[in-house]
């Protein structure tokens, strides 16, 4: 099945303490990208990537990290989480980057930084 | 800068009423938009896309340029048209090209 997955789901963690989240997408896309949904923000991109090696910082960077070695994985890294991270986190893929081009999500990942 | 506004955070409506999801935007360029939504515990998902001039779900929206307004409407809502709804602008930057959200419009069906 084509699909956009992220690991973990759900995931509670301190202050501080390196983590990452894992996405993957099947569907050999050349576009990836990362978004935080807040409530009365919606959703806003964090990072993405137009190919392998190819990465850009979205509107809100700020305390993430992330790598495009490989297509089919972009992963999120927060090397020092702060308690402002608290938030659901989609990834998304797309063929290319062209507007036309559907972008497919992930099931979302509930962080919580204590 | 907020490039996609969507006023109003929460909308409630009863089943078989027409419903308008308003959603407006600022882009210098030529602007190409989108509807995404989110059923409850779903994955965000397509909706549709001006360019197309589609009708999903008996859901249309019409891109005016002189209002830089995309909003979403249907002539008769139903239960199942409870969801989360994004409009949702593709732009093209120096850096790249991306797709920017606004804040979203949780829509409620009552029976």
């Known amino acids: 099945e084509a699909q956009v997955t992220q690991n973990p789901r759900y995931l509670i963690t301190v202050t501080g303490k390196k983590l990452t989240v894992t996405c993957s997408q099947n569907m050999n896309h050349e576009y990836m990208s990362w978004y935080r949904q807040d409530p009365g923000l919606g959703l806003r991109q964090i990072y993405y990537?137009?190919?392998?090696?190819?990465?850009d910082k979205g509107d809100v960077p700020e305390g993430y990290k992330v790598s495009r070695k490989e297509k089919r994985n972009f992963p999120l890294i927060l090397e020092s989480p702060s308690p402002n991270q608290t938030s659901l986190y989609f990834c998304a893929s797309s063929p290319t980057s062209f507007s036309y081009n559907e972008q497919f999500f992930g099931p979302g990942t509930r962080l919580t930084v204590l | 800068a907020q490039r996609v506004t969507q006023p109003e955070k929460l909308l409630s409506v009863f089943k078989g009423a027409p419903v308008e999801l308003k959603c407006n935007y600022s882009?210098?360029?030529?602007?190409?938009l989108f509807w995404y939504v989110q059923y409850s515990r779903q994955r965000l998902q397509l909706l549709l896309r001006h360019i197309s001039r589609e009708s999903i779900k008996g859901f249309t929206a019409d891109l005016n340029k002189g209002e830089t307004s995309f909003h979403l409407k249907k002539p008769f809502a139903q239960e199942e048209d409870s969801a989360m709804y994004y409009c949702a602008l593709y732009m093209e930057e120096t850096s790249g090209s991306r797709l920017t959200f606004g804040e979203g419009t949780q829509l409620t069906v009552n029976p």
């Open positions: 990537s137009m190919n392998v090696e190819v990465t």
């Open positions: 882009y210098s360029g030529s602007p190409e």
